[in-house]
């Protein structure tokens, strides 16, 4: 299964973005998807997770701003991102939590947010 983010561009500061993530056949069999972030220079961070069960968790970077929502039977993953600053400029992407084998990365969506 592959994954492919999209959805990202050019905000200015306090806008919004919405990511998508589809997946190229089931993600079900996955536990737990989330999305994940690179900025320059920076390590990569886990900013949110869904699980099957319905459970999710969150980076206190961006705890209360961004919310994570997983559509199994369309096997895409969402990230909803609001009040957004210049520090969440990154790369996002989407990935298996657990069952790491059971899907690929793609290529991320670019997010940018001006001052």
């Known amino acids: 299964v592959q994954l492919q983010a999209s959805g990202g561009g050019l905000v200015q500061t306090g806008g919004s973005l919405r990511l998508s993530c589809a997946a190229s056949g089931s993600i079900f069999s996955i536990d737990v998807m989330g999305w994940s972030r690179q900025a320059p220079g920076k390590q990569r961070e886990l900013v949110a997770t869904f699980s099957k069960s319905g459970g999710t968790t969150y980076a206190d970077s961006v705890k209360g701003r961004f919310t994570i929502s997983r559509d199994n039977a369309k096997n895409m993953v969402y990230l909803q991102m609001n009040s957004l600053k210049p520090e969440d400029t990154a790369v996002y992407y989407c990935?298996?939590?657990?069952?790491?084998?059971?899907?690929?990365w793609g290529q991320g969506t670019q997010v940018t947010v001006s001052s």
């Open positions: 990935l298996p939590v657990t069952n790491t084998g059971a899907a690929k």
